[in-house]
């Protein structure tokens, strides 16, 4: 299992950005102290494709094509933050943000997703880990927000909120969330990367 062309050296709502839940779902514990967030490297590739995979697997709301998302954006060169977290040199979990488009011409946003944990390091904080670190680099990238389909009770932790005239289409408003990071929330329709529409 993996993305075509990939070594193994160097180198949520159905309806999302894409068709399925993009986002894992945990309860925020502590995270353990041996977990190590870093760069995505090449030779993580097949191990976030397996872990993406198996992080879905079992989720009825999945259509199961997350994998072959973050391999498109990937391949497209979209990946504007790609994070992997690590436990005793193992990749236990993924995160990816890419370039979303705004129809009031607002510059500058991304899109969260996906994010995953293998299933047996699910729930340990793993998944919250990365968002943050994620949106921290963001920032320092000089992004001006971002922007998400997630669970309603989960990523307001993390700052999001529903936005009064920012929609994706086919996503109710209470599943669509964004985080400005200067204060000013863009207006209108966000279309994620192509790479959304990945079957396989």
Not at 5 to 34: H, I, K, N, Y
Not at 145 to 155: A, D, F, K, S, T
Request: with cysteine.
């Amino acid at each position: 299992m993996g993305c075509a062309g990939e070594g193994g050296g160097e180198g949520g709502v159905r309806g999302g950005a894409g068709d399925g839940w993009l986002f894992m779902e945990e309860e925020g514990l502590p995270v353990q102290d041996s977990v190590r967030i870093r760069d995505e490297r090449p030779a993580d590739v097949r191990a976030i494709t397996e872990l993406t995979a198996a992080a879905f697997k079992t989720l009825a709301i999945s259509d199961h094509t997350e994998q072959f998302i973050v391999c498109a954006l990937r391949a497209a060169g979209a990946l504007a933050v790609s994070l992997v977290a690590e436990v005793d040199g193992r990749v236990v979990g993924h995160i990816a943000f890419s370039p979303v488009t705004i129809s009031d011409g607002s510059g500058g946003w991304d899109g969260l997703g996906p994010v995953s944990v293998v299933p047996e390091y699910q729930r340990r904080g793993i998944g919250s880990a990365l968002i943050r670190e994620g949106l921290k680099r963001l920032k320092a990238l000089g992004a001006q927000g971002c922007c998400l389909v997630g669970h309603r009770e989960y990523y307001p932790r993390f700052g999001f909120k529903n936005v009064t005239g920012l929609s994706h289409a086919g996503v109710p408003a209470e599943v669509f969330f964004a985080l400005s990071f200067g204060g000013r929330m863009p207006q209108g329709a966000v279309e994620f990367h192509a790479g959304f529409k990945a079957k396989g």
